[in-house]
């Protein structure tokens, strides 16, 4: 079978070897899988979902009990009092563009402590000008860039001061080669901008972390959580939609940026896709794990070949992202080849660098998806340029992602940039 799509029995041997050796590690994630779908359960449970759950609404969206119950799961999986899920929500960026909307005024500051923020915010907060930025409206940033792949406290400290309203922690890593934090770690660095000013609301971008760990984010002091329902709480089944977990108060106002001053959470139709989102959360837990391991494998199989890859093959993981540092484009786009061939849609297209709205470089993305843009399934992109690193996650399924990866290697090898 593995012939039929393209991979050797030599590449096929070498992901065999690979694979026996991570046994003990695979095992660690789906015990962590089963926490949280543990979790996931009892919220279902304890909020009484039932078959009126699932139904549709239209128009404005009135008494959609099943939205409603939706976002009280969601505020229990994730420890907050509050919760805005919805389908208007049109991606991650957008829903950090809300949350960041609704809680900074004309003259307030944002800080991030975690350096260059994801490609596309930077239009939204103003480093790169565009209309409707968070810089047109009066908002100042300022960026603390990390230490030696951490923190830095030192100059953190420094940076906050009266105007400081919110500090916005990306957990994973972008577009960049840095390591993802863990929850361990954002807890600490709230704790230490909160002790040195208490009101201050820190929101965290939770992109690609979600149930890598058994505790999130919001349950280490973070005010706002947010990510979106195509990557990994969407479980490859939602077909749309992102969510804002956290404070009462700042979810409201994140309601009414999203719909209008006096509507908030009341209106909203959900048009027939709570079934795919509640499935999709459900399927959740399980769906990150076999991202969580594909990535494992990739990492193994990228670097005993002599590639630079983030996080390396024994580090602990917290997000399901893996970076490989390729070293030229001519690298980049066989790779992306190798996962774009390995799709279950699709599989006949071969990707090329282009032009990306929110994005300064041209960016190669390899995705055959049942959902457009779901980076929860199968794929890879990444901008060309410097370092040439690709970056490789999803796989609703283990084995679907370890035949992207194989096939990957695959086409490096035809193309002689790689030899086993």
């Known amino acids: 079978m593995y012939r039929n799509l393209g991979i050797s029995e030599a590449i096929v041997d070498y992901g065999n070897k690979i694979e026996k050796s991570l046994k003990e590690r695979f095992e660690s994630i789906s015990q962590i899988a089963e926490y949280n779908q543990a979790k996931v359960l009892y919220a279902f449970q304890k909020n009484r979902i039932d078959v009126a759950c699932l139904q549709s609404s239209t ?157 999130e984010p919001s349950e280490v002091g973070a005010d706002m959580t947010v990510g979106s329902l195509i990557k990994n709480p969407g479980g490859g089944l939602a077909p749309i939609g992102g969510y804002i977990v956290g404070r009462k108060d700042l979810i409201d106002r994140c309601g009414y940026r999203l719909t209008a001053p006096g509507l908030g959470h009341e209106v909203g139709a959900t048009l027939g896709v709570l079934p795919r989102i509640y499935q999709g959360l459900f399927l959740a837990p399980t769906v990150s794990a076999n991202a969580l391991k594909g990535s494992i494998f990739a990492a193994n199989v990228y670097e005993k070949l002599g590639f630079e890859v983030v996080p390396n093959s024994t580090e602990d993981r917290h997000d399901i992202i893996q970076a490989i540092k390729l070293r030229s484009e001519e690298a980049m786009c066989a790779f992306c080849r190798g996962i774009q061939y390995s799709a279950p849609v699709d599989s006949y297209v071969t990707p090329i660098p282009s032009d990306m709205p929110g994005y300064d470089s041209k960016v190669i993305m390899a995705a055959g998806a049942f959902v457009q843009g779901s980076s929860i399934e199968l794929s890879a992109d990444g901008p060309i340029r410097e370092p040439y690193a690709v970056y490789f996650q999803g796989g609703l399924t283990y084995e679907h992602a370890k035949i992207g990866i194989l096939r990957s290697l695959q086409e490096l090898i035809n193309d002689n940039i790689v030899k086993l």
């Open 59 to 215: 128009g404005y969206g009135y008494d959609d009990i099943g939205r409603d119950k939706l976002e009280r799961v969601y505020a229990d999986v994730f420890g907050t009092e509050s919760a805005l899920v919805r389908p208007q929500i049109t991606c991650g960026t957008h829903a950090l563009t809300i949350a960041l909307a609704a809680n900074l005024l004309p003259g307030d500051e944002l800080l991030a402590p975690a350096g260059k923020p994801y490609d596309t915010l930077e239009e939204v907060i103003g480093i790169r000008q565009s209309p409707c930025s968070l810089k047109e409206y009066g908002v100042t940033y300022r960026q603390v860039d990390l230490l030696d792949g951490g923190f830095d406290y030192p100059n953190i400290e420094k940076a906050i001061n009266e105007k400081t309203k919110l500090i916005a922690i990306q957990r994973s890593k972008g577009y960049q080669t840095r390591p993802t934090f863990s929850v361990k770690q954002i807890g600490e660095l709230i704790s230490f901008v909160k002790n040195i000013k208490s009101d201050v609301i820190v929101m965290v971008d939770n992109c690609y972390g979600e149930f890598t760990e058994i505790i």
